[in-house]
């Protein structure tokens, strides 16, 4: 039986949308038009972009129709999927006409909105159109992330988990959301949280900043949140404490490293982490454009859920909020 190709289009071309695809360092496809002209399933009908430069060079690099607004693009061809890769505050207009004009599938970038009430008016509008509306929180997407998911939760290889530490930088709405996305993904909800305003730490975007935080989650599990400085290196890692051993998981998602509690060698009636079975395993190759797609054809051809809801997105922008609100009532508690 012959797979129905789906018809796609993006809004957005700056860096995720299409410049970071030209990173020679980058797995491909690193772009959201990465991504749709590398899938045999997608058929890229259209872009969207603002700025002018940005449309001749997309025009010239990609030899496909692109439009300086989503209602041109509406008025040739409705795409089964549309991107959504612009700045945080245009996500909502953008989502919106697109719920409005019955995109089947939006894919929106993270966070999901510039406000909470943004957030939720766009899961309305999704929920009333009948669109499914993914937030690329992308680690959900990955399997090898799942596969972690399932060794920790279900498999408990670590044991109960005791307490979780996570590194990021660039500010909290600009890597941070991944972050307690990702602890939501392990975790659950977030009860609680206490933070301070790191002010050393270097913001991708004014408006934003870093905190330094714990967050409290069910059964007392507490995770912290710590920020470097971009400036200085930039990281997003995430580290597991269990009551039999702790798993790491870094280069972005890529690496799981388990490291599993023993006899002290010094110590009589003490255990310790031995370093001796430390024990790693790795996806290299694996780009984050990629599981997404598959996830969002899936959902279309009815084989799938979404695997990172609008409903996500907003819990993510609920917890940021505490953590501003508590940052600046210098560490008070804020509970959800
Ligand atoms: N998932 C990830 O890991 C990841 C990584 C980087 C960026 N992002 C997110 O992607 C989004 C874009 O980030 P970026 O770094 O590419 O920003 P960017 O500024 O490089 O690109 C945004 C582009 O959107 C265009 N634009 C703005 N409003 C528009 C509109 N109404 N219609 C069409 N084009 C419009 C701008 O002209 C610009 O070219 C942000 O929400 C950011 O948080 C996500």
Redesign the pocket.
């Known amino acids: 039986m012959t797979e129905r190709v789906y018809s796609s289009a993006v ?7 299409m ?1 970071a695809e030209a990173d020679p360092k980058r797995l491909k496809p690193a772009s959201h038009v990465g991504m749709h002209l590398g899938s045999s399933r997608v058929r890229l009908i259209g872009l ?4 002018a430069e ?1 449309r001749r060079y997309a025009e010239e690099r990609w030899k496909i129709p692109v439009f300086a ?2 209602e041109e693009l509406f008025k040739k061809e409705i795409p089964d999927i549309l991107s959504v ?4 505050e ?2 909502v ?2 989502v919106l006409t697109a719920a409005a004009a019955k995109v089947p599938a939006i894919i929106c ?3 999901i909105a510039d406000s909470i009430e943004n957030g939720g008016l766009m899961i309305a509008a999704c929920k009333e159109s009948g669109s499914l509306l993914f937030v ?3 680690r959900r997407f990955l399997p090898f992330v799942q596969k972690v998911r399932r060794q920790i939760v279900d498999e408990q290889v670590i044991g109960r988990i005791q307490q979780v530490r996570g590194l990021y930088a660039m500010g909290l709405y ?1 890597m941070g959301t ?1 972050l307690v996305d990702l602890f939501r993904f392990f975790l659950g909800e977030v009860e609680w949280v206490m933070g301070v305003h790191n002010k050393k730490a270097w913001n991708q975007f004014p408006g934003d900043y870093c905190a330094d935080a714990i967050l409290g989650f069910q059964d007392d599990v507490h995770a912290v949140i710590q920020s470097v400085d971009r400036k200085s290196w930039s990281t997003f890692e995430i580290q597991f404490v269990g009551t039999i051993g702790t798993l790491t998981l870094r280069d972005l998602g890529r690496t799981a490293e388990i490291v599993l509690a023993a006899d002290s060698r010094l110590y009589s009636g003490f255990r310790e982490l031995d370093y001796a079975t430390r024990h790693s395993e790795s996806v290299e190759s694996e780009s ?1 454009f990629t599981p997404l797609l598959e996830n969002v054809i899936a959902c279309l051809d009815e084989k799938a859920k979404p695997a990172s809801i609008g409903e996500d997105g907003v819990a993510v922008l609920t917890v940021l909020a505490a953590l501003r609100q508590s940052a600046e009532g210098n560490g008070v508690r804020v509970d959800l």
Request: aromatic letters at 6%; glycine letters at 10%.
């Open positions: 809004v957005g071309l700056g860096n995720i949308g410049l969207v972009e603002i700025d940005k607004s989503i890769a612009t700045a945080n245009a996500h207009p953008v970038e993270k966070p690329n929180h992308f600009e991944h984050f």
